[in-house]
């Protein structure tokens, strides 16, 4: 029989009703959600991916950088050119001047998203000795995709929560954070996200869940911009094979007719 990774307190900790108890060997089970760009016949909400980047924007964004798009991708969002080009107006990004100077000069809908930090070693500096990881494809990078997404955002556990075992157990100190879904447990990002970190511009509550559904929704777009189009070139190729084969079973009886 299969050891039990999760005991039942582990459940009643999801629930806000008693402490987390996690079985040391083990891994938890993802939050399996379902969402709208998986299948052969996936596609990307569009409006939950406009909420996405901007809980980007406004919140991932002052320290993950978003290096492999360019902010007129956005557009394939639903975003007008008018929308993008104030977009990236809002930042000042590097460049040279006529006379070889360094100059700062508002961003163009062709440059890539503005790193928050200067490079690695500033990134590192200003966080704990370890830079924040690139976004742009981090629903692929990670292992259960979306899921680890959404489980690692909706998984922290306050400090509070925690026995004095299990505080030792992991070495969570005051300034650790505790997340059930992130190798061995201990993070140095502080929960990101909670009720009401941003005021949608279309209206939405923002709840936790919502937020979270919202920017997995956008980095899963960010990590693979052309899903849809290669769904939609699947399909047609299937079917082009399936009315092929059809054709060729069809000239093979005509052509064999006289020999049955």
Wanted: hydrophobic fraction near 40%; charge should be neutral.
């Amino acid at each position: 029989m299969r050891r039990i990774l999760v005991s039942g307190a582990v459940a009643l900790a999801a629930l806000g009703l008693g402490a987390v108890a996690i079985a040391a060997e083990g891994h938890i089970p993802l939050k399996h959600q379902h969402w709208h760009f998986t299948g052969p016949f996936g596609t990307y909400d569009r409006a939950s991916a406009q909420r996405g980047f901007q809980v980007y924007k406004e919140v991932c964004a002052a320290c993950h950088s978003l290096s492999l798009l360019s902010y007129r991708n956005l557009t394939e969002l639903g975003l007008t050119e008018a929308q993008v080009k104030g977009i990236a107006a809002e930042v000042q990004v590097p460049d040279i001047g006529d006379d070889g100077s360094a100059i700062e000069r508002p961003a163009r809908p062709s440059d890539r998203f503005k790193k928050p930090f200067a490079n690695d070693l500033a990134a590192a500096a200003a966080n704990g000795g370890k830079a924040p990881p690139d976004l742009s494809v981090i629903v692929k990078a990670r292992e259960g995709g979306a899921d680890y997404i959404y489980s690692l955002l909706t998984g922290y556990v306050p400090n509070d929560k925690l026995t004095p075992a299990q505080i030792k157990e992991f070495a969570v100190g005051k300034d650790d954070n505790f997340n059930l879904y992130f190798p061995g447990h201990r993070i140095a990002m502080p929960p990101p996200l909670t009720d009401d970190k941003v005021s949608y511009v279309d209206g939405t509550k923002a709840t936790l869940d919502q937020e979270v559904r919202d920017v997995v929704e956008f980095l899963a777009w960010a990590s693979e911009p052309h899903l849809e189009a290669r769904n939609r070139t699947g399909i047609r190729v299937i079917l082009f094979l399936l009315a092929f084969a059809g054709l060729m079973y069809g000239v093979k009886r005509q052509v064999w007719a006289d020999k049955h």
